[in-house]
């Protein structure tokens, strides 16, 4: 038997902790238990069936120092986005009428068809365009988020639902160098000899103009200053 020099009560051999106040008991000599008081353990600590692992923390990879503010904010909000893509679109079908409904009716009637009206198709054609663009872009001022495209020009952003474009300047946090931002390839399909080939997924990134080693991705729903 020994006993808890910290409560004093007898105690099993082989028990590692006190029955009476938990305390963590280490043999020493003569039989007697030492109590733990005392004990620094760094890292990260797992415990399974009663054993204790102490695993080296990892320290937290440094990210990018970075800030967006407004180049131009257009009055091209969500709404009036929204409005826009919808009279383009009625003004688009429009003009399809008045290109397709003369052709259907000759075919119809198993006759050539007459020559369209070039203003007929061309309102087609622009409003059509006009339609899907605005359509695009309400996108980018529903979701808020930002597209970046080569690294010279501003980014186009939809922050606080308002269309408009955007500067990024920042600083590598390793190095201290400046950072670029652009649309980084990321995965590429492979040839058979093992050339690259396709992009076929990007991402935004910040990356430093000394060490192309040293990039982070962006966040696309990041606020502008």
């Not at 000599?29 to 109590?35: D, F, K, L, Q, W």
């Not at 620094?40 to 503010?69: L, M, N």
């Not at 009036?80 to 000759?106: D, E, N, Q």
Request: aromatic content about 8%.
């Amino acid at each position: 038997m020994m006993t808890c020099r910290s409560c004093g009560q007898a105690q099993d051999e082989q028990a590692r902790f006190c029955n009476s106040c938990g305390t963590p008991l280490v043999t020493g000599p003569a039989g007697t238990a030492n109590s733990v008081h005392e004990a620094r353990v760094t890292g990260s600590i797992y415990q399974a069936g009663g054993d204790i692992t102490v695993a080296p923390s990892v320290p937290d990879e440094p990210s990018a120092r970075y800030t967006v503010k407004w180049h131009w904010a257009s009055p091209l909000t969500q709404s009036v986005l929204g409005w826009a893509s919808l009279v383009l679109g009625i003004v688009s079908l429009a003009g399809g009428a008045s290109v397709f409904a003369p052709l259907i009716r000759s075919l119809n009637a198993g006759r050539l068809a007459p020559s369209t009206e070039p203003w007929a198709l061309a309102v087609f054609v622009v409003c059509t365009a006009g339609a899907i663009v605005a359509l695009a872009l309400r996108r980018v001022a529903k979701h808020e988020t930002q597209h970046v495209g080569p690294s010279f020009l501003p980014a186009l952003t939809g922050w606080n639902h308002r269309l408009g474009l955007a500067r990024f300047t920042g600083e590598c946090p390793t190095c201290r160098g400046g950072l670029r931002f652009y649309n980084k390839p990321l995965q590429w399909l492979v040839h058979a000899d093992g050339s690259r080939g396709k992009v076929i997924e990007r991402a935004m990134v910040a990356e430093c103009e000394r060490s192309d080693k040293h990039w982070w991705f962006l966040d696309s729903a990041e606020p502008v200053a």
